[in-house]
């Protein structure tokens, strides 16, 4: 699917109007009601650390506009920001339709490090920071296993990174399973679940700046190296025909991969099939070229993410559901929708 460079334009545009209307209108929402107008007012005073609009406003509104709602919201969007823009990675690297941002074990790794060191007390001198440690840690070993293995005996090739990855993602699945079941501290098993189901209801200032300074440095990366990945997509021989050195591409793509994805999970657990899905929908919108589609799938997979977690805290609250489940129970039918309703196109083919 083609579509025209203004089209395209427009798009992106739009997307970006839509994602900070959604903004303002999901901080209103939840068990207490805020006007919208108050949001914006509070927004700008807060921004530019001085009193633009005069104070008519509780301090518990501007306490939860502020520190409590916007920091969640603005970590949903570059959770699915990030999660989308690997997924279209991953399946550029693997050309498997079916690669998310936890194909090469990330996800597995990351759950393994965090509940380590949450039952065990591995990292515990970090205090808080333990977990996150323990599941950046995690995902940075399974990758470097997984891309170790996928490079030995015959060399490399797409099938054999997949099938290693599934391996060492069931090891460590295995080991964290293991360590969950033979634990004795219900309290310290309910922490380990956070990172077996997903949140960002931990987000706060501090740890917003950085994960987003890292998808725009690596989606700017990745999209100077456009051609090249539509190259690589279209096949191993006539990438190198047309010059590109996909052994140089491969490794960016996994380095970056694993770090932006190791970065997330660390922050808020294991958020599943958003990576999977968005990439789809955004070929779906925009094409394969991937000069339209890591914008298009940055911007749509967090739009996505924020409404899933509006939906997640607010559907039965007080009772939060985990956010995963919503990403599956939303994404999955509009997915099958799209698929069932255009023919569809992966890699340049049908």
């Given amino acids: 699917m083609k579509i025209?460079?203004?089209?395209?334009?427009?798009?992106?545009?739009?997307?970006?109007?839509?994602i900070i209307l959604s903004i303002i209108i999901t901080i209103t929402i939840g068990p207490v009601k805020i006007n919208p107008l108050d949001v914006w007012k509070i927004i700008i005073n807060n921004t530019f650390n001085k009193e633009i609009f005069q104070i008519q406003w509780a301090k518990s509104i501007e306490t939860i506009v502020w520190n409590l709602r916007l920091p969640r919201i603005l970590m949903?969007?570059?959770?699915?920001?990030?999660l989308s823009f690997v997924g279209v990675?991953?399946?550029?690297?693997?050309?498997?339709?079916?690669?998310?941002?936890?194909?090469l074990g990330i996800s597995s790794g990351a759950s393994a490090g965090a509940v380590a060191s949450i039952i065990l007390g591995i990292f515990g001198f970090l205090g808080y920071l333990g977990p996150s440690i323990g599941a950046f840690l995690g995902a940075i070993l399974s990758s470097l296993i997984v891309f170790k293995i996928a490079h030995s005996g015959s060399g490399y090739s797409s099938s054999k990174l997949v099938l290693t990855g599934v391996a060492v993602s069931a090891m460590f699945s295995s080991l964290t399973t293991f360590m969950v079941y033979t634990a004795k501290d219900s309290s310290k098993l309910r922490s380990a679940m956070f990172w077996m189901v997903g949140s960002v209801g931990g987000a706060k200032w501090n740890n917003i700046l950085l994960p987003f300074l890292l998808l725009i440095i690596s989606a700017t990366i990745m999209y100077i190296f456009n051609k090249e990945l539509d190259g690589i997509l279209i096949g191993e021989d006539t990438s190198k025909t047309l010059g590109i050195n996909t052994e140089l591409i491969r490794k960016i793509i996994i380095i970056i991969s694993t770090l932006l994805t190791g970065f997330i999970v660390s922050l808020t657990g294991i958020i599943g099939f958003i990576g999977l899905i968005i990439p789809h929908i955004s070929?779906?919108?925009?094409?394969?070229?991937?000069?339209?589609?890591?914008?298009?799938?940055?911007?749509?997979?967090?739009?996505?993410?924020?409404?899933?977690?509006t939906f997640a805290r607010t559907a039965f609250s007080?009772?939060?559901?985990?956010?995963?489940?919503?990403?599956?129970?939303?994404?999955?039918?509009?997915?099958?929708?799209l698929l069932r309703k255009n023919s569809y196109s992966f890699g340049g083919k049908k």
């Fill in 4 to 18: 025209k460079n203004s089209t395209f334009l427009f798009s992106i545009m739009a997307l970006i109007l839509i």
């Fill in 76 to 82: 949903a969007f570059i959770t699915g920001a990030t």
């Fill in 89 to 103: 990675l991953m399946q550029a690297l693997t050309r498997n339709s079916l690669a998310n941002p936890y194909i």
């Fill in 283 to 309: 070929r779906q919108a925009v094409g394969s070229t991937h000069k339209k589609l890591i914008p298009f799938s940055i911007l749509s997979g967090g739009l996505f993410l924020i409404w899933a977690d």
């Fill in 318 to 337: 007080p009772e939060e559901i985990p956010i995963g489940v919503i990403t599956s129970f939303l994404g999955v039918p509009f997915f099958l929708y």
